[in-house]
């Protein structure tokens, strides 16, 4: 392979995602993605900053970049390791294009095909809620994610009020989808520890894949408190943006699954590590996912090559509008994602779509 060097690099802001494409002088683009949900625009700031040091260098040393940038800022935190995974991703896409074979085969080849997938339904009450699972698992969709809290249930006076409606709510689509489709009941950060525990203990009998965040993930500790007290599978992890986080959490046996998110914890890189960490204290692997068609698909690329992988975050990537985003779609079979054969990510953007 002859050598090249980073000749540009393009952001671009389309709908509520920030992507990122990354020439060189032999004419292979990268594509990446920076995960900030309502940060775009101080995000795309930060990669314009790493332009001057990027420009001219190998894209083949991802590693050192990666090091290089981080160790050199002054701050850490979401906005600087966002655009860092964004650019992460992106080099790996290249390698890959130049090598001519998909991201998974240089990180150990596959260990999988296709990845299950979970899918998010909704309703506002639980008749509403009950419905949404019934159609998606009718769909092929095994798994199911969704809110245990209504919309606006801080408007409920009590804890006791919004808990009986929650629990409604779980109840209604465990009863509705039976004992063979895994249900995962999101918290979003809503309660304490003490709430989260009481909450959780209501919901064993319900037998939930996982319990998602149920506090805020400031306190490993803590969360190890919960997860021994209501004896729930906790899934956390998607707002860490580094290694050293997930590193605490599994010091303190904080969960049973972990959610790094490839587009915040440091790309393809980062999540490839906190997934060998995770393996290590038999944990596994549920990425977070941006939602957009190039986060997914460098989640598939994570997906196919870690032995510890669970479940893959998706709501509709491989279908219009979301879908239009690539020349080629990704492509979903009964619940489950195809890892793509291409090289890189597998992916191209639509130009037109971009317009």
Not at 208 to 227: H, T
Request: glycine letters at 8%; hydrophobic letters at 40%.
């Amino acid at each position: 392979m002859k050598p090249t060097k980073i000749e540009s690099i393009e952001t671009i802001l389309w709908e509520r995602w920030l992507l990122v494409r990354v020439y060189c002088e032999d004419g292979t683009v990268g594509i990446g993605e920076a995960g900030v949900h309502g940060w775009q625009r101080p995000t795309e700031t930060m990669i314009q900053t790493c332009k001057p040091y990027l420009v001219g260098q190998d894209p083949a040393r991802i590693e050192h970049h990666y090091q290089f940038l981080y160790r050199n800022s002054h701050f850490m935190g979401s906005i600087i390791n966002g655009a860092l995974s964004a650019i992460d991703i992106a080099l790996w896409d290249i390698k890959g294009k130049r090598l001519d074979v998909p991201i998974y085969d240089l990180m150990g080849g596959k260990t999988r095909d296709r990845v299950r997938c979970y899918m998010h339904v909704i309703g506002d009450t639980p008749e509403e809620l009950a419905e949404d699972a019934k159609k998606r698992a009718a769909e092929g969709f095994t798994a199911l994610r969704f809110s245990a809290f209504a919309p606006e249930f801080w408007l409920h006076g009590s804890y006791s009020e919004w808990t009986n409606a929650a629990l409604a709510r779980v109840e209604a689509v465990r009863e509705t989808v039976g004992s063979d489709i895994d249900i995962c009941v999101e918290i979003h950060r809503e309660m304490n520890p003490a709430e989260s525990i009481a909450f959780g203990r209501r919901l064993e009998p319900l037998y939930p894949y996982f319990y998602e965040d149920p506090m805020l993930p400031d306190s490993p500790a803590l969360m190890a408190d919960i997860k021994q007290l209501c004896n729930l599978p906790i899934a956390t992890g998607e707002r860490f943006t580094t290694i050293y986080e997930f590193q605490q959490l599994l010091e303190n046996r904080g969960c049973a699954f972990v959610r790094p998110d490839l587009c915040l914890c440091g790309g393809l890189s980062g999540c490839k590590k906190v997934a060998a960490m995770a393996e290590a204290h038999h944990v596994k692997v549920i990425p977070h996912n941006p939602l957009s068609p190039v986060s997914t698909a460098a989640c598939i690329q994570l997906d196919a090559c870690i032995p510890n992988f669970a479940l893959q975050e998706y709501t509709g990537e491989s279908e219009p509008p979301k879908s239009e985003l690539l020349v080629e779609p990704l492509r979903l079979e009964d619940g489950y994602l195809v890892v793509p054969e291409g090289p890189g990510l597998g992916i191209e953007l639509s130009d037109s779509a971009l317009a």
